[in-house]
């Protein structure tokens, strides 16, 4: 299996692309593919893991001269490894149609697939691709491409009823999660409770009440675990959106991407797309997390830092924390009033337990080594 790529770039020389683009858009292309196959099998099952099957793979094998095309070849024609490909060519197709994504296509998707031709045609207003998949070629232009960025920022949930078995508990510091597995997906919780009250379960089929976001692996649970002899499933309870305020703020932090190194004087830095990238999923945690307990009007608020990271403020009543985004964590400033109460380096479990006592006014958490 082939696939070509071909650019037209105004302004930039044809047949070269630097060496850091073409770095970003292998790992963006290798994380859409991934989501796309992943998508694929989840039809009609909400299936999230791939299981048996091998990862799509593919190379560079050409960059040819004159213009700027690239070639990727597939390393199998499994139709799997086409499907994740060509399955987002047709949505493209028909939102250019119809101006609506199909139904079949999870946010998550695509929005990883306008990863990729960002990565390519930066933010240029003429820049487009034309790509090309066993003979049939699809045409990607800037609108299709902020279309696919744009639409899928809203998270949309699954409350759901799942039983199967606790086999991975990751305890490392600030990974510590547990996974669930059925025969239709593999969730992955954040271990936010003493590690005493899950690992009695490991290896056993468990019951679990928890808000899935859709198009990821990620869960959250709503109420303690319970053993369970009923064969492995996943009950949809109720799908949900979003609210406005928190696509509002995902939007903010992706116009981040367009401020340029001096943005804010000499020496301020561009905020990178990793950054970006790890405040967004802060963010959909965040709501993800205390999606009834966040007052009306009382939110936090992102905003980029002039040494090229990104940090939030939130204020509820007298008390108040500041977050920034660091390289391997976070730091950290909590005032309950007049009264400072922690200044620091913080890892993400400690952010979400002083998020805690910002949203609850219970007793700040400790920060003993």
Not at 36 to 62: F, N
Not at 86 to 111: C, F, I, K, M, S
Not at 184 to 189: I, S
Not at 230 to 255: F, H, N, T, Y
Request: aromatic residues 8%.
């Amino acid at each position: 299996m082939e696939i070509r790529f071909r650019l037209v770039l105004p302004g930039e020389p044809t047949g070269t692309i630097d060496l850091s683009r073409l770095e970003a858009f292998a790992k963006t292309f290798r994380a859409a593919t991934l989501r796309s196959a992943q998508a694929a099998l989840s039809i009609p099952t909400y299936r999230h893991s791939l299981g048996e099957e091998a990862r799509p793979e593919y190379r560079l094998v050409d960059l040819t001269d004159g213009s700027t095309t690239l070639v990727l070849s597939g390393t199998d024609d499994r139709p799997l490894t086409r499907e994740a490909v060509v399955r987002h060519l047709n949505a493209v197709d028909h939102h250019n149609r119809t101006g609506v994504w199909p139904p079949y296509v999870y946010p998550g998707e695509l929005q990883a697939w306008g990863s990729v031709y960002t990565s390519l045609m930066r933010r240029v207003a003429t820049a487009e691709a034309e790509v090309t998949v066993d003979g049939v070629t699809n045409r990607i232009t800037q609108h299709a491409v902020e279309a696919l960025s744009k639409e899928p920022l809203r998270p949309m949930y699954r409350e759901v009823i799942l039983i199967g078995q606790l086999h991975l508990i990751d305890s490392a510091e600030d990974h510590r999660r547990f996974q669930i597995a059925t025969t239709d997906a593999d969730l992955t919780f954040d271990l936010v409770e003493p590690i005493e009250t899950i690992d009695p379960f490991r290896w056993k089929r468990v019951r679990a009440h928890a808000l899935w976001e859709v198009g990821t692996r990620r869960g959250r649970l709503l109420e303690g675990l319970q053993v369970s002899e009923k064969p492995m499933s996943i009950q949809v309870i109720r799908e949900l959106e979003a609210p406005d305020w928190v696509v509002a703020m995902l939007q903010r932090i992706d116009a981040f991407t367009q401020l340029e190194s001096g943005w804010n004087g000499p020496g301020s830095r561009r905020v990178t797309a990793s950054r970006i990238e790890a405040a967004q999923e802060l963010m959909r945690r965040l709501y993800e997390r205390y999606p009834d307990a966040i007052p009306e009007g009382a939110i936090p608020s992102f905003v980029p830092t002039s040494a090229g990271g990104i940090e939030f403020d939130w204020e509820v009543g007298d008390r108040f924390l500041n977050v920034e985004l660091v390289e391997g964590g976070y730091e950290l400033a909590a005032v309950d009033g007049e009264n400072p109460l922690y200044e620091g380096r913080a890892t993400q479990q400690q952010v979400f337990a002083w998020i805690e006592w910002l949203l609850t006014g219970e007793a700040p958490p400790s920060m003993a080594a």
